[in-house]
Each structure stands twice: as structure tokens, then as C-alpha cells.
């Protein structure tokens, strides 16, 4: 007789290779990236040091942070907010992308620091006075142009 295993509905049997798959189909999906489309090489290369520092701050906080919600969400929006400053001020240039670039160097050195703090109540509160930053930062972008 041959190995061949079909599902029957008659005999309310199920050959494993089908429970398996059924498993498998199962399984959760890992949600999202909602930073998938943040990219230092799509800002100009004098932002780019900003966005890759935010991105590695993020990288740095990781596994700390997977059952905070509240702070990988304030991590998340710091990385935003750099990138959209980012792209903005290169689309802008002058005197502002000047400014611009000073104050996103300053705010990416501030995320990094926080990524090393041990006390969580201090990150959380460096991560808001970042993200107030960079929303200040990006609003004034806006108006501009």
C-alpha cells in the first residue's frame, strides 16, 4: 500500500503533513516595520549621520523596551521625527538646513545618550523632550516652505 496521506472527511482523520501546514498557516505574522521606509540614503548625505544615529539608538534600546510600549513608541517617534526634519531641511537648504543639521546632531546625541540609561523614568523623559524637539523642528520646517 503507498504512504500516500490524504485529509478525509469520512473518517474525520487528518494526515499530519495537512495538521502541520494548518499549523503553520496559523501563525502570526511579526507586525510591521512602521520605519520600514526610513532610510539614511534617501536624505542628503549631510543629514544621513542623524538618521543612522537614530536608527542605531533604536537598534540599541531592543529587546529593553519590548514590553514598554510607551517608550518604543517615544523611540519611534524620535527616529520619525529626525527623519521627516531630515528630508525636509534638505528639500529647504540655506541657512535653515544649516540650523537644521546643528539641531538634529545635537537631538541624535541626546537619543543615543538616553539609549544607555539604566533608570527607564529618565529615558522616557528624554525621549519626550527629543520627540517635543523634533516636532517643534519639524513644524517650524513646514511653515518654511
Known amino acids: 500500500m503507498s504512504a500516500m496521506c490524504f485529509p478525509s472527511t469520512l473518517t474525520g ?12 498557516r496559523r501563525r502570526r ?10 532610510d539614511p ?6 543629514f544621513a549621520p542623524a538618521v543612522t544615529g537614530a536608527l542605531a539608538a533604536r537598534a540599541r534600546f531592543g529587546e529593553a523596551v519590548v514590553d514598554q510600549p510607551e517608550v518604543a513608541a517615544g523611540i519611534d517617534a524620535a527616529v520619525l521625527g529626525t527623519w521627516e526634519a ?11 538646513a544649516d ?8 537631538l541624535a546625541a541626546r ?11 529618565d529615558v ?19 511653515e518654511l516652505g
Open 124 to 142: 522616557q523623559q528624554e525621549l519626550a523632550d527629543v520627540v517635543t524637539e523634533l516636532d517643534a523642528l519639524r513644524v517650524a520646517l513646514r
Open 13 to 24: 482523520r487528518e494526515c499530519p503533513a495537512v495538521s502541520l501546514a494548518r499549523v503553520l
Open 29 to 38: 505574522r511579526p507586525a510591521d516595520d512602521p520605519l520600514a521606509h526610513v
Open 86 to 96: 531630515a528630508r525636509r531641511a534638505g528639500e529647504i537648504g540655506g541657512t535653515v
Open 111 to 121: 537619543l543615543d545618550a538616553a539609549a544607555g540609561g539604566a533608570d527607564m523614568e
Open 99 to 106: 540650523d537644521t543639521e546643528d539641531r538634529l546632531r545635537s
Open 41 to 46: 540614503r534617501l536624505v542628503p548625505p549631510r
